[in-house]
């Protein structure tokens, strides 16, 4: 089945950088954009990016660029998402999702998540 | 940049039926998805398209959306359906993915 298992949770002090991963299975990993959403304690969803494993282009939120760079290893179908000159309210879960596009040109929609990687920014 | 209107909270009694809204600017002419996150857990997908559900998603799930509202129904709601809901659009004018702030589903 597919699934995306992500690596294990953070602490990081400010100012360093953290790089969570993501790894997929049980599909063809080239074939689904990836997704990076973040969750603050007791808030909502927030969207951060994407990436295309195939061609390794990107795309990132307003909020985040200059910041957030995701990359990708097809030869161990790996997605990752590095943000970089962490502050507090950067501590979240941070979730890679999958999304489905089936009509090309339209938006699709984030059918597989990952479990979440807890990041805390802490001095 | 675009935004979504939801509740913060909505209480429903076992077995009746639990409707939450999500509000934002001509949002009929979007297409809405839906999650539930249960605390602690990754937001599964419950609703696509608006009122498409994906398989194994119970059909006591369903969602309908026009004009400036979206909205999920939860039909013969059960314990178990206790959780926070998302809706989810894309804005093509800022080519952004926009969530709402969440409903959290109380089962009384």
């Known amino acids: 089945q597919v699934q995306l298992v992500q690596s294990e949770a953070e602490v990081k002090k400010p100012g360093a950088s953290v790089k969570v991963s993501c790894k997929a299975s049980?599909?063809?990993?080239?074939?689904?954009?990836l997704h990076w959403v973040r969750q603050a304690p007791g808030q909502g969803l927030e969207w951060m990016g994407w990436?295309?494993?195939?061609?390794?282009?990107?795309y990132y939120a307003q909020k985040f660029r200059g910041r957030v760079t995701m990359t990708g290893d097809t030869s161990i179908s790996t997605a990752y998402m590095e943000l970089s000159r962490l502050r507090s309210d950067d501590t979240a879960v941070y979730f890679c999702?999958?999304?489905?596009?089936?009509?090309?040109?339209?938006?699709?929609?984030?059918?597989?998540w990952g479990q979440g990687t807890l990041v805390t920014v802490s001095s | 940049s675009y935004v979504l209107t939801q509740p913060p909270s909505v209480s429903v009694a076992p077995g009746q039926t639990a409707t939450i809204t999500c509000g934002g600017s001509?949002?009929?002419?979007?297409?809405v998805h839906w999650f539930q996150q249960k605390a602690g857990q990754a937001p599964v997908l419950v609703v696509y398209?608006?009122?498409d559900r994906p398989s194994g998603i119970p059909e006591r799930f369903s969602g309908s959306n026009s004009g400036n509202t979206a909205t999920l129904t939860i039909s013969r709601v059960e314990a178990g359906d206790e959780a926070d809901y998302y809706c989810?659009?894309?804005?093509?004018?800022?080519?952004?993915?926009?969530f709402g702030d969440g409903t959290k589903l109380t089962v009384l």
């Open positions: 999702a999958r999304i489905v596009v089936v009509v090309p040109e339209t938006p699709g929609w984030f059918d597989t």
């Open positions: 990436i295309n494993p195939h061609s390794g282009g990107t």
């Open positions: 989810q659009v894309w804005d093509s004018s800022s080519d952004h993915w926009v």
């Open positions: 049980g599909y063809t990993f080239t074939d689904y954009n």
């Open positions: 398209d608006d009122s």
């Open positions: 001509n949002i009929g002419s979007k297409s």
